[in-house]
């Protein structure tokens, strides 16, 4: 079965700290890739995605996420977080044109 | 604010109850996706559906069903309700027929069986 795995569930970083979130996937054919946000308080909403080309997505709020074939990997970074970077980040793989598996979420808590 | 409106916010049921959530897409589109979120599960998609007729499935229960109206406001209708069924139900639509274009995701109803 199809699965989007977010292992850290809960991390913690001060202000400056470098971000890594990881996301694995498990399918082995043409996937398109999502990062969504969800800040305190208000609704998801999409932070960046990949579908073709450059594997090396640049995303808002200078967030980036490299997707490696080989690993199965969408993983999230951010060179120096900021206290408003405090949400739940979610990984997403879209499998055919409609079905959006999301991951179980990464709480991100960035303490000033 | 995303556009997408979803109501009630809260509703507080009973085991065995029927329950029916209501979600309005933002203006002008649409499809609207369902979303299951529970703590053990994560957002788990449900369906979709695009211009009132159902585009896609995914992990929904016999005993849910859902419809879109010819105003493109969507309902979920959660029937012979279990414990489990508790969680945060979202909505979500696009101008698209499918996922490729974002989503845009309502604030959630939250579900409670008691």
């Known amino acids: 079965a199809q699965s989007v795995s977010q292992h850290n569930h809960h991390v913690i970083l001060s202000e400056a700290a470098s971000l890594e979130l990881g996301c694995n996937y498990s399918?082995?054919?043409?996937?398109?890739l999502f990062w969504y946000v969800q800040y305190p308080g208000q609704h998801l909403q999409l932070l960046l995605k990949?579908?073709?080309?450059?594997?090396l997505v640049k995303g808002i709020k200078g967030f980036e996420a490299e997707f490696i074939k080989s690993k199965f990997s969408f993983n999230l970074r951010k060179p120096s977080v900021q206290w408003s970077d405090t949400a739940e980040y979610f990984c997403?793989?879209?499998?055919?044109?409609?079905?959006?598996?999301f991951g179980t979420g990464t709480r991100l808590t960035v303490i000033p | 604010d995303s556009g997408v409106t979803q109501t009630p916010k809260h509703l507080i049921t009973a085991t065995g109850q029927r329950v029916t959530l209501r979600c309005s897409p933002r203006s002008g589109d649409l499809s609207v996706y369902w979303y299951q979120q529970s703590l053990d599960q994560g957002l788990q998609f449900l369906i979709q559906?695009?211009?009132?007729?159902?585009?896609a499935k995914g992990n929904i229960l016999e005993r849910f069903s859902a419809q879109q109206f010819p105003d493109l406001h969507s309902e979920l209708n959660l029937s012979s309700l279990e414990l489990g069924d508790s969680a945060l139900y979202f909505c979500?639509?696009?101008?698209?027929?499918?996922?490729?274009?974002?989503?845009?995701f309502g604030p959630g109803t939250r579900l409670t069986v008691l």
């Open positions: 559906y695009y211009n009132g007729e159902e585009r």
């Open positions: 399918y082995g054919g043409t996937v398109n």
């Open positions: 997403a793989v879209l499998l055919g044109a409609n079905n959006l598996f």
């Open positions: 990949y579908f073709s080309g450059d594997p």
């Open positions: 979500a639509s696009n101008d698209g027929g499918s996922s490729y274009n974002e989503q845009f």
